[in-house]
């Protein structure tokens, strides 16, 4: 794998070995004089696809938001039935330190459409009140329930096909995302 372009001192854009560009993420990957090998011990994931626009948003998220917003875009990625915008890590990160911020500064704005988000998409609702859970234990902040209502990106970015109904029983999270 060879970076080519410096996002920050821990990513990078790179080439992989069959020419494709994606973004890296790693300790050192970033630093140092373009273009260089990387060592993929370095590498800790990487992204295929992601729209150049939200390139200055990776150097301004927090690391350990956007890993958690990756597990949780790879979650959601196995639990629903159509096709996610490779962007959704990302879109993810933008949506979770912006509801981290409003935690930590005890700001909670009224969701007056979470009961309706519920009702029209169970599956991202469970999964959005998993990822209400792990964002408490993860980051120590307690995030008001009624954020689920509010996590409409797994839908947003999806493709049109139909949701397949998974019981909440039936998936499969992470200790990070358990209950």
């Known amino acids: 794998m060879r970076a080519i372009q410096r996002i920050n001192h821990n990513a990078a ?4 070995g069959a020419g494709h560009q994606l973004i890296a993420l790693g300790c050192g990957i970033g630093f140092g004089d373009m273009p ?5 011990e370095d590498v800790k994931r990487t992204f295929y ?26 979650i959601v990625t196995q639990q629903v039935s159509y096709e996610l915008s490779p962007n959704l890590p990302i879109t993810l990160a933008d949506h979770i330190q912006f509801a981290l911020k409003r935690a930590r500064d005890h700001l909670v704005v009224p969701m007056p459409l979470a009961e309706d988000v519920e009702q029209a998409h169970p599956v991202e609702y469970r999964l959005a009140q998993m990822a209400v859970r792990g964002m408490q234990k993860t980051f120590g902040v307690r995030v008001d329930r009624h954020e689920a209502g509010a996590w409409r990106s797994a839908r947003s970015c999806a493709s049109k096909s139909a949701m397949r109904r998974v019981p909440t029983s039936a998936m499969r999270f992470p200790a990070f995302l358990a209950a």
């Open 49 to 74: 696809a992601i729209d150049r626009k939200y390139l200055a948003f990776i150097d301004e998220v927090d690391p350990d938001v956007l890993e958690f917003s990756a597990q949780l875009a790879d």
């Open 13 to 16: 854009i790179c080439e992989d």
């Open 36 to 40: 260089h090998e990387v060592n993929l």
